[in-house]
T-cell receptor, first 116, second 117 residues
Framework: DAGVTQSPTHLIKTRGQQVTLRCSPKSGHDTVSWYQQALGQGPQFIFQYYEEEERQRGNFPDRFSGHQFPNYSSELNVNALLLGDSALYLC???????????????FGSGTRLTVV | AQKITQTQPGMFVQEKEAVTLDCTYDTSDPSYGLFWYKQPSSGEMIFLIYQGSYDQQNATEGRYSLNFQKARKSANLVISASQLGDSAMYFCAMRDSPGGGADGLTFGKGTHLIIQP
């Protein structure tokens, strides 16, 4: 049973460019969340998608946007890249449903983005 | 205000010893969940253990147990009989529902655990 798959694994972009990261959730999961993990820090929540809509958003600017497709896969888009956007971007999937606190997330191995 | 605090940036432990990783949290929601994840150098976050705020007993999963002290807002991870493969970053995380339906996890800054032979 495949877990969460993220692509690409590594990416180098130039300041000002745009980037798209992709995530396929674990089989049976319909909710996808994205996290940014700067070097030496814990992951920070960007946003979550459920039923193709953004359900919750963390403290990130509008340059960060996303999309969820009917097959539950998701994309994270970042526009006008800054040097500070360099980080490991983690995708996590979970079974859907509001208030189901005991379901843990399954994380992918992440996409390491370097902005130069 | 910081919601998850991990006060040990790094720890060195001898193989086969038990180790306790500290985590304190802050929330005003009576319903919340606490998680511990392991992150090896490969980057993947590996789920270790979960404790719900209403759970009466401390959670256990194999060599992992969670010392949950609700009144102190503490959720320490205990690893028994540590192994070399336990060397990794460990993150404490919380999910609460301040408005109902909010599912984003809040992570601490992590503890870098190194097991020495």
């Amino acid at each position: 049973d495949a877990g969460v798959t993220q692509s690409p694994t590594h990416l180098i972009k130039t300041r000002g460019q745009q980037v798209t990261l992709r995530c396929s959730p674990k089989s049976g999961h319909d909710t996808v969340s994205w996290y940014q993990q700067a070097l030496g820090q814990g992951p920070q929540f960007i946003f979550q998608y459920y039923e193709e809509e953004e359900r919750q958003r963390g403290n990130f600017p509008d340059r960060f946007s996303g999309h969820q497709f009917p097959n539950y896969s998701s994309e994270l888009n970042v526009n006008a890249l800054l040097l500070g956007d360099s980080a490991l971007y983690l995708c996590a999937s979970s079974p859907g449903g509001v208030g189901i606190l005991h379901y843990g997330y399954t994380f992918g191995s992440g996409t390491r983005l370097t902005v130069v | 205000a910081q919601k998850i605090t991990q006060t040990q940036p790094g720890m060195f432990v001898q193989e086969k010893e038990a180790v306790t990783l500290d985590c304190t949290y802050d929330t005003s929601d009576p319903s919340y969940g606490l998680f511990w994840y392991k992150q090896p150098s490969s980057g993947e976050m590996i789920f270790l253990i979960y404790q719900g705020s209403y759970d009466q007993q401390n959670a256990t999963e194999g060599r992992y147990s969670l010392n949950f002290q609700k009144a102190r807002k503490s959720a320490n991870l205990v690893i028994s009989a540590s192994q070399l493969g336990d060397s990794a970053m460990y993150f404490c995380a919380m999910r609460d529902s301040p408005g109902g339906g909010a599912d984003g996890l809040t992570f601490g800054k992590g503890t870098h655990l190194i097991i020495q032979p």
